[in-house]
């Protein structure tokens, strides 16, 4: 098989930094999965004691506690600095961006709509910083269903396709009086988007690698199917399956931003080597 690669995929900055904060902190202790990659995280515990916590009642005190990339609600971060507890808060700067946009709007006044999904832990960190009850749509039709006030300001997950979050903004601006739009879409999400969608048009077969359970990588995904009907999500080479490849030339690889750049090379040999 040729393998084509992304003109951009992986690690984005937010994960980089949070993923060397963890390696220096030999022994730490991460409040929520550090990123939403489980072999990265495995190789985290085994290799550098970086343990993971899910709740503040599993912390003790003389712990070296890392917030996750995703950020946690505001309300455990203010009950980890009343803890006898090291905190480096390793939240994406992208993250951060979003929680503050929403504190203020929320204070003035602004209905908070976000785009996004309501379980992801990076929502409920950005909701959290609001003072008056968020509104949190998937889509457009599910924000059609919703009471929009006179005063919005919207805000995306930082994950989310920049297209659908235009659809968005543009129905805000024609029923709300007043609507501020903010951005909040990651830099890196953006690259690696356009460029699977660039890729899936030129291959056969794409491949997407990541967390099954991350946003990201589920969105290429969705991007990557649109052009390419036989496009698939695994976590790493033994996910592969020899009956996908059957009668395909050109394999196109992409991978979410919590995925560490030693699985994308093992994908990458695996399928060379079919």
């Known amino acids: 098989m040729e393998v084509r690669l992304a003109e951009s995929y992986g690690f984005c900055?937010?994960?980089?930094?949070?993923?060397?904060?963890?390696?220096?902190?030999?022994g730490g202790v991460t409040f929520g999965a550090l990123i939403h990659n489980p072999k990265e995280i495995e190789r985290l515990k085994n290799s550098f004691g970086v343990r993971l916590a899910q709740s503040l009642n599993e912390l003790k005190s003389g712990d070296q506690v890392i917030v996750r990339t995703h950020g946690i609600p505001k309300n455990d971060l203010l009950s980890l600095r009343q803890k006898n507890i090291s905190i480096t808060d390793a939240t994406c700067p992208y993250v951060t961006k979003p929680q503050k946009i929403v504190e203020e709007m929320s204070d003035q006044g602004y209905q908070i709509i976000i785009f996004g999904d309501i379980d992801h832990p990076e929502v409920k960190s950005v909701m959290s910083y609001s003072s008056t009850p968020v509104i949190v749509v998937g889509n457009l039709e599910e924000l059609k269903?919703?009471?929009?006030?006179k005063r919005v300001a919207l805000i995306s997950q930082t994950t989310k396709q920049t297209s659908k979050f235009l659809e968005i903004a543009h129905f805000l601006m024609?029923?709300?009086?007043?609507?501020?739009?903010?951005?909040?879409?990651?830099?890196?999400?953006?690259?690696?988007?356009?460029?699977?969608?660039k890729l899936a048009k030129e291959v056969d077969i794409?491949?997407?690698v990541g967390g099954l359970t991350s946003s990201n990588t589920q969105q290429l995904l969705n991007i990557a199917k649109e052009y390419c009907k036989d496009s698939y999500l695994i976590e790493d080479e033994k996910n592969l399956n020899k009956k996908w490849f059957v009668g395909k030339k050109i394999c196109g690889l992409s991978a979410g931003a919590s995925t560490p750049d030693w699985i994308i090379q093992n994908?990458?040999?695996?399928?060379?080597a079919l």
């Open 145 to 149: 269903e919703k009471k929009i006030l």
């Open 174 to 197: 024609c029923c709300a009086y007043e609507t501020r739009v903010f951005n909040t879409i990651c830099n890196a999400t953006f690259q690696n988007q356009d460029a699977t969608r």
């Open 267 to 272: 994908v990458k040999r695996a399928i060379e």
């Open 13 to 26: 900055f937010g994960v980089k930094r949070a993923i060397k904060i963890a390696e220096r902190s030999r």
């Open 206 to 208: 794409m491949v997407i």
